[in-house]
Each structure stands twice: as structure tokens, then as C-alpha cells.
């Protein structure tokens, strides 16, 4: 996960300090000086996840509010979801799509009493808030939150661990949110997370988030977990990383996240279209892609890396993976890879071309691990 960009000046998070007493390892990442694991490691850290909880430190993603009455339909101006039909205190994934049909970013939105509140990715959000401002800021208040941490309780565990701090959060489903008192301080918090476990995603003012992080913390099932873990556990849920395996060369068709494109944006729905790359988004969700994104199991011990290429049985490059790694809870090598459509079925044998030694792997279906979200 570490980014090698160079140079500039790092920027801190509110739990900066925290993770230096904790013994974080720490490393560029997204222009900020970010955990990438703890003492204990990555591999006890992913399993600590799966088995009872963590608490990940995302202050580096954008945070954002779009206020006024038309800001739902703006908003569904940039991305082919559902924006407008959301009700109060629900959450939905959204893209925002280029004029080609390319992914600029992928986000959070979640319906408040008065206003939007979105998560964005952390490498994207001033570009983010720049498309944000130049495009819609004559119809809605766009309001970056850059006094506001974000903190993620992930596992198993994170219910119990929330119903002793904050009874009410606990009776929240996957993707709804509610403002809330946790640990005798204020905040906003989602079912949700980038684990495939169970969890909350928890906006915080800034100042308060070190006495957040550290009541979480005392709580008997929690330890904290860094990049490495969250990277291992997100693609074993099959979940994409943006700048990897989506970004403006990959469509939502391609990426296989139509699931995202709700009936109603959809061609024949009642607000179909009106977003950029629509022509394109609906030409391909009626006719289908030239390729896809699949996940590959490894039949074999050696990890495959992001930009391997997949070969086909002559050797020619048919494809490439955009992450990779040893599974730790599924214990084999697993990837993400965009390949032609027809070899996207799940069981068609392909091979990953690593190190100039073709290495057999097999068209898995998503996720490797399962979801474990709370759906009531």
C-alpha cells in the first residue's frame, strides 16, 4: 500500500501522534504520513478483523457535505446511481464517470435530515471537490470538512463493542448512519466499511478524535490495524481500490460494479442518463463489455502482483491483474484482474505470467471471503 510519490511535505491526521505511541510503522500514502501496520504485524492484524475488531485510522479520505434542496439532483448529474430516492440516514455507493464512461473516483453517500454527506478517496478529493465545485456549485453549498477525522471499527465484535458505547448505533443496519454519543462525544457513524466484515465508519470533529480512537481502543476486542491489513482484507472481500483496479480507463460495466446502477438510471428508468459517459455506460450495460473484472484464485503457493500480466495458452498478454496477494483467511494467492469477457466465467482456467514463469489460475467467484454485513 505504501505510495513511493516522492518529495512534498506529508500531511498529518488528527490520531498522528497516537499511532507513533502505539509503534506504528508508518509510510507515505495519499500525500499523508499513514500506518501501514502496528507491532503485531499485518497478519495479525487482518486475522484480528476477522476474528473480533480493529480500528483503522481513514482521516485521509475527503469528507464532504452538499447542502441545499436541489443537491441530491445535482449530484445525480456526475454519477449513474440513485441519488434522489435515498431516504433519510441510508447510504449508497456511487461513481463519478468521466465523458468517456471512466471512473474518476468511487464514493460514499449518505442522506442527512439537512444535507449530503459524502466520503471520497483520499488521492481523489481535491480533484474531487474542484469537479464538485465547477459543476454543480450553482445548484447546492459544497462544503469540504477538513476539521472532521474518520475512523473505521471493523470485525465481528464492532457491534457488541458499540452497543456498551452507544446503544443506538448498534440497532443500525448495513449502509444506514445516525448522529450519535460514543464515549461521551459527538459524532456521526455508517454500517459500514472496506473489510467485508460488520463495522461503522465513524466522523468525528478532529479534536475529539484522539479520545475516540483511544476509548475504541480500551475496549477489550480492539486493537488497531493499518493499510497493510486493510488492503489484504478489502481484496479478499473483493472490493476495488481506486488508481488500481478502477480509474478513467475502466467503466463501471468493465469493473462489474452495475449493481451500483439502480433500475431508475438505468435506460427505460425515469431518470436514465444525465450523467457524463452515459452514452457509453448504456451502450455497454445493454450490449455488455469486451472485458471484465473477475477475481483469479492461484492454484499454486506464489503470489501474483498487481501488473502481472494473464496469458493465454500461446503466452500472448489477454489481460493484467490490479491487485494481488496470499489470501491470509483464505490461504491462497487471490487477485483482481480485468481479462476478455468470454474467459470471465467462473471455473475457465487462465495464467498469470510472473517473474517470465506462467503460473495457472482460476476464475473465482467474488467475494473470496464472505460479506458478513449486518442486514438486520
Not at 448504456?282 to 506464489?302: C, I, N, S, T, W
Request: with cysteine; charged share 20%; glycine share 10%.
Amino acid at each position: 500500500m505504501p505510495d513511493s510519490s516522492p518529495t512534498a511535505a506529508l500531511l498529518k491526521t488528527p490520531l498522528h501522534s497516537l499511532h507513533v505511541v502505539l509503534g506504528a510503522k508508518m509510510v507515505p500514502f495519499a500525500g499523508y504520513d499513514m500506518p501501514v501496520s502496528y507491532p503485531a504485524g499485518i497478519l495479525a492484524e487482518h486475522r484480528q478483523c476477522r476474528e473480533a475488531a480493529v480500528l483503522f485510522d481513514v482521516s485521509h479520505m475527503g469528507q464532504l457535505r452538499l447542502r441545499g434542496a436541489d443537491a441530491a439532483a445535482a449530484l445525480e448529474t456526475l454519477v449513474p446511481v440513485d441519488v434522489v430516492g435515498l431516504g433519510e440516514g441510508r447510504q449508497r455507493y456511487a461513481l463519478f464517470t468521466d465523458d468517456a464512461g471512466g471512473i474518476l473516483d468511487d464514493l460514499m453517500v449518505t442522506r442527512r435530515a439537512d444535507h449530503l454527506f459524502l466520503v471520497v478517496n483520499a488521492g481523489c478529493k481535491v480533484a474531487d471537490i474542484a469537479h464538485l465545485k465547477a459543476t454543480i456549485a450553482n445548484r447546492c453549498a459544497i462544503e469540504p470538512m477538513p476539521d472532521h477525522a474518520l475512523l473505521a471499527l471493523q470485525g465481528p465484535a464492532a457491534a457488541a463493542v458499540v452497543a456498551r458505547l452507544a446503544p443506538t448505533l448498534a440497532r443500525l443496519t448495513f449502509m444506514t448512519g445516525a448522529a450519535a454519543t460514543i464515549a461521551g462525544i459527538d459524532c456521526f457513524a455508517t454500517r459500514s466499511g472496506y473489510t467485508g466484515e460488520d463495522g461503522f465508519e465513524i466522523s468525528v470533529a478532529a479534536g475529539d478524535a484522539e479520545a475516540l480512537a483511544r476509548a475504541l481502543l480500551a475496549e477489550p476486542e480492539v486493537k488497531p490495524a493499518g493499510l497493510g491489513a486493510r488492503d489484504t482484507l478489502r481484496l479478499e472481500a473483493g472490493l476495488c481500490l481506486h488508481g488500481h483496479d478502477i480509474d478513467t480507463t475502466t467503466t463501471p460495466v468493465e469493473a462489474a460494479l452495475t449493481w451500483a446502477i439502480q433500475k431508475v438510471r438505468r435506460p427505460g428508468g425515469e431518470r436514465a442518463g444525465g450523467y457524463p459517459g452515459a452514452a457509453t455506460i448504456e451502450r455497454q450495460l445493454g450490449e455488455g463489455a469486451a472485458r471484465k473484472r473477475v477475481g483469479l484464485v492461484g492454484l499454486e503457493r506464489a503470489p501474483v502482483r498487481e501488473g502481472a500480466a494473464i496469458v493465454d495458452d500461446g503466452g500472448a498478454s489477454i489481460g493484467r491483474v490490479t491487485s494481488g496477494t496470499i489470501g491470509p483467511s483464505v490461504g491462497k494467492p487471490v487477485a483482481l484482474a480485468y481479462v476478455p469477457t468470454p474467459l470471465a466465467a467462473p471455473g475457465t482456467l487462465l495464467h498469470a505470467d510472473v517473474r517470465g514463469k506462467r503460473q495457472p489460475m482460476q476464475v473465482a467467484t467474488l467475494p473470496f471471503a464472505p460479506h458478513r454485513y449486518f442486514r438486520g
